[in-house]
């Protein structure tokens, strides 16, 4: 089993820029992948960004690409993303998962954290 847990979320000015966090303990080892996701009040759970855990090489949902950074240490199982030039519409609960292919399908993703939320006030 993993256990992830997220941090950093809160309150923010559109524009402005917030860091999560999530941390993963258990069997980090059968981790190969991990991803953040977003869910927006009335609305589905979506992808945001994705990182291959050796490689470090991320990929990015289009609403967020040039302005969210997704990163990890492997020393930590510690995955990040940083969110710069914030939009209202970033407004969500976040969600950290872990699985092994780093892709935008929820279901290949065998962990979730609890969620963090993100508000970004215009």
């Known amino acids: 089993q993993v256990q992830l847990v997220e941090s950093g979320g809160g309150l923010a000015q559109a524009g402005g820029s917030l860091r999560l966090s999530c941390a993963a303990s258990g069997r980090t080892s059968s981790i190969y992948a991990m991803a953040w996701f977003r869910q927006a009040p009335g609305k589905e759970r979506e992808f945001v960004a994705t990182i291959n855990w050796s490689a470090g090489r991320g990929f990015y949902a289009d609403s967020v690409k040039g302005r969210f950074t997704i990163s990890r240490d492997n020393a930590k199982n510690t995955v990040y993303l940083q969110m710069n030039s914030l939009k209202p519409e970033d407004t969500a609960v976040y969600y950290c998962?872990?699985?092994?292919?780093?892709?935008?399908?929820?279901?290949?993703?065998?962990?979730w954290g609890r969620g963090t939320q993100v508000t970004v006030s215009s």
């Open positions: 998962a872990a699985g092994s292919y780093p892709v935008v399908v929820q279901g290949s993703y065998n962990y």
